[in-house]
């Protein structure tokens, strides 16, 4: 029997609206006193400079610079204690996981930072849908089902669930909810899954993990989703 999907597959119809990676690291005040070595090396791919408003109940220095391209559709975000490079054009977990190790080497040369406390991997996935007589076809998206008690109706109207499940070295939170978007006031189906690596972990590793949290994310996901959806995503059907 073949296989129903390919982890380097990318699909036509992907969901996905944003990928995001991020390593936390103990506290390294060089970031803080020299933040702009880290910008003049990415500068040119990442001009835009968004800078955290004062004000907040968060601590200045704990709150991450965010420097983006020009159509401000892919970023960095760095901190004192975090790094994370996040994508809402995605072209592949290939493309991707190039650009997060390069922008991590600059990371690593630019300040002392060796051994890292955790590395995240976050799909965000949007799936807009009709209601057929009222109801969430949930059944034509997802093989997640819900084991209610006899006597509450498995005919769901509106749903919102988290669950956190162990996987090899680490563990993926997953959060299905029926949602409005704010765009065009459709409704649709979050999936959105993120990874969590906390086992010892260096930064001269990271293309191995985060290859392994792309993998076991991917998993997850492929293995959420029916067969007839897969189709789509495919653009096999209508």
Known sequence: MPEKYNLSEVYPNSPLVEVVCEIRF???LAIECRRNEFYDKIKKEYPAILIPQSGSNSVNALAPYRFENEDRTAGIMIAIDRFSFFDRDYGGHKRFITEFVRLAKILEETYPIKELKRLGWRYINIIPFSREDKIIPLHRFTSFELKLPEG????IT?????????????T????IESIMRSDDQQE?????FDFALTERLFLTEIKKYVNKAHKQTR???ESLITDEYREYLRGETI
Do not use: Q
């Open 26 to 28: 103990s506290a390294e």
């Open 152 to 155: 509450i109706s498995e005919k």
């Open 158 to 170: 509106n749903l919102s669930t988290v669950f956190i499940s162990e996987v090899e070295e680490g």
């Open 188 to 192: 649709a189906l979050l999936m959105d």
């Open 172 to 175: 993926i939170t997953t959060r």
């Open 219 to 221: 998993e997850v996901f």
